[in-house]
């Protein structure tokens, strides 16, 4: 099993930063990528970006290009979203999600590549 804790959201105005955080615990040594989702209230969950512990890959959207970034820490088993230039439309619920192994070489965009998520953070910006 693998459980995952998602934290660091909260109320910020425009323009403003923030780094979420996610931990993992349990059988980490069967995490191939962690990923990022956001979904906004009547819209569909969103794919963000994607990390893999083993080859640091990343798939950034363009929605956040150039204001977002992924990264891990791999001996805390953590991975971050950095995110600045924060915008209103960046209010959403926020979930990390880990992929298997046993998944490698699909669609990191796919909410079935992933086989473990998180609570979910609040992220709302005003503004």
């Known amino acids: 099993q693998v459980q995952l804790v998602e934290s660091g959201g909260g109320l910020v105005q425009a323009g403003y930063s923030l780094r979420l955080s996610c931990i993992a615990s349990?059988?980490?040594?069967?995490?191939?990528?962690m990923g990022w989702f956001r979904q906004a209230p009547g819209k569909e969950r969103e794919f963000i970006a994607r990390?893999?512990?083993?080859?640091?890959?990343?798939y950034p959207v363009d929605s956040v290009k150039g204001r977002f970034a992924i990264s891990r820490d791999n001996a805390k088993n953590t991975v971050y979203l950095q995110m600045n230039s924060l915008k209103p439309d960046d209010t959403a619920v926020y979930y990390c999600?880990?992929?298997?192994?046993?998944?490698?070489?699909?669609?990191?965009?796919?909410?079935?590549?992933?086989?473990?998520w998180g609570q979910g953070t609040q992220v709302t910006v005003s503004s």
């Open positions: 999600a880990a992929q298997p192994i046993s998944t490698v070489g699909r669609d990191p965009r796919l909410e079935g590549t992933y086989d473990y």
């Open positions: 349990g059988r980490t040594f069967s995490i191939y990528a």
């Open positions: 990390i893999t512990w083993s080859g640091s890959s990343t």
